[in-house]
C-alpha cells in the first residue's frame, strides 16, 4: 500500500474556491472536499452512502450519474424537498423566526419516538432543517442547546438562518438530477456495486460515544468487510481506521484539519483510504472529458455548487 505523508494541498489552495453548505453537520466534510475530490479516480457512476450534509457531492463536478443516500429519513427528505419543492420550503423556511422557544418546542419533538415534527412534508423539512442551524455546534443526536448570537465579529447565527432560503436555491440547482435514497449502506452497495462505479464513505468516527449522530450504533468491521467485496471503486474517510481498512487499502493519503466541533477545538489527522492508486488511476476531471456527458443529459447545463458566503468550519455554522 502506497502512502502519501507529504501531501502538497494547502489552505490556500481551500480558499481559492467558495463552499456550499447545505447544514450544520458533525463530521461534514465541506471544508475538505476540494482536497477528497481532488483524490478521486474516474467514474460513470458517483454514490455517496453515508450522504449526511451532502459536503463532498455539493462541492465536486457532477458525475454522469450521481445518487445520495442516508439512512437517516429526515435527511433523505430534507435534500428530496429541496429538489423537488424549493420554492415551498424556502418560504417555510422564511416564515421561522431564529428563537429559543421554538428550537426548544421542536427539538423536545425531534427526540420523541412517538411525535413528528410536522404532519406535512415541506413543513417538516423546514422545522427540521431549523434545528440543524439552531443546535449548539450542530450536534445531532443529543440536545445540545440553543446557539445563540454572541458578541464577535462574523455572521451571527440569525443572519446565517436568514440567507438560508437563498442557500436552498442554490442546493436545488445542484441535486436536480441526483437520485435520493434512503436505506442502510449495505443496501446501496448491492445495488449499485460494479465497474464504473465510485463510493464515496464517510461513515461516523470510529472513537465518538455521545450520541453524535441519531440512530444506532455503527458496525465499522461490517463496513470493512463490505468494502472488500466490491466491484466498484471506493474512497473512504476516516480520522481513526477500524482494525483491517488500511490492509485492504491500496493507497491512503493524509492531512491535519482542525475540527471545530471537538470538545477542545483540536487538529486531527484526516485520512482518506483508497481502493486504488490515485498516482496511477486516471483523473476524475473537468469539462473536457467525458465525465461530463451530463451536459447533454441535463438539457446542456453544467450545474456547479455555489457559495452564499455563510459557511463556517465543520460543525459550528
Known amino acids: 500500500m502506497s502512502r502519501d505523508d507529504t501531501d502538497s494541498y494547502t489552505s490556500d489552495t481551500e480558499r481559492s474556491g467558495r463552499k456550499l453548505s447545505a447544514f450544520p453537520y458533525i463530521g461534514s466534510k465541506t471544508y475538505l472536499a476540494p482536497w477528497i475530490v481532488d483524490h478521486f479516480r474516474d467514474h460513470e457512476t458517483f454514490v455517496v452512502p453515508f450522504g449526511g450534509a451532502a459536503g463532498v457531492l455539493l462541492n465536486k463536478q457532477r458525475s454522469h450519474a450521481e445518487i445520495f443516500n442516508d439512512r437517516d429519513e429526515y435527511v433523505a427528505e430534507f435534500f428530496e424537498v429541496v429538489r423537488d419543492d424549493p420554492d415551498a420550503l424556502a418560504d417555510a423556511v422564511r416564515n421561522i423566526p431564529y428563537s429559543r422557544g421554538i428550537y426548544n418546542q421542536w427539538s423536545r419533538r425531534f427526540r420523541d419516538p412517538d411525535q413528528d415534527l410536522a404532519a406535512e412534508r415541506v413543513e417538516r423539512a423546514a422545522r427540521w432543517v431549523f434545528l440543524r442551524y439552531?443546535?449548539?455546534?450542530?450536534?445531532?443526536?443529543?440536545?445540545?442547546?440553543?446557539?445563540?448570537d454572541t458578541p464577535r465579529k462574523g455572521p451571527q447565527k440569525s443572519e446565517i438562518w436568514a440567507r438560508v432560503p437563498e442557500r436552498i436555491q442554490h442546493l436545488r440547482d445542484r441535486f436536480k438530477?441526483?437520485?435520493?435514497?434512503?436505506?442502510?449502506?449495505?443496501?446501496?452497495?448491492e445495488r449499485y456495486d460494479e465497474t464504473g462505479v465510485l463510493f464515496y464513505c464517510d461513515p461516523p468516527y470510529v472513537e465518538e460515544k455521545d450520541n453524535y449522530y441519531r440512530g444506532p450504533l455503527f458496525d465499522h468491521a461490517s463496513l470493512v468487510e463490505d468494502l472488500e467485496g466490491l466491484e466498484g471503486d471506493w474512497a473512504v474517510s476516516y480520522s481513526e481506521p477500524p482494525a483491517g481498512l488500511e490492509d485492504i487499502a491500496t493507497a491512503?493519503?493524509?492531512?491535519?484539519?482542525?475540527?471545530?466541533?471537538?470538545?477542545?477545538?483540536?487538529?486531527?489527522?484526516?485520512?482518506?483510504?483508497?481502493?486504488?492508486?490515485?498516482?496511477?488511476?486516471?483523473?476524475?476531471?473537468?469539462?473536457?472529458?467525458?465525465?461530463?456527458?451530463?451536459?447533454?443529459?441535463?438539457?446542456?447545463?453544467?450545474d456547479r455548487s455555489v457559495d452564499t458566503g455563510t459557511e463556517q468550519p465543520e460543525g459550528s455554522e
Do not use: M, W
Open 252 to 302: 491512503v493519503v493524509e492531512r491535519d484539519y482542525s475540527r471545530s466541533a471537538s470538545l477542545d477545538n483540536s487538529s486531527r489527522p484526516e485520512r482518506l483510504y483508497l481502493s486504488y492508486d490515485p498516482a496511477d488511476a486516471p483523473k476524475f476531471v473537468d469539462a473536457s472529458t467525458a465525465q461530463t456527458t451530463l451536459v447533454q443529459a441535463d438539457g446542456g447545463r453544467n
Open 134 to 148: 439552531a443546535s449548539f455546534s450542530g450536534r445531532y443526536g443529543q440536545r445540545a442547546g440553543f446557539a445563540t
Open 177 to 189: 438530477g441526483v437520485a435520493i435514497e434512503s436505506g442502510d449502506y449495505s443496501t446501496i452497495f
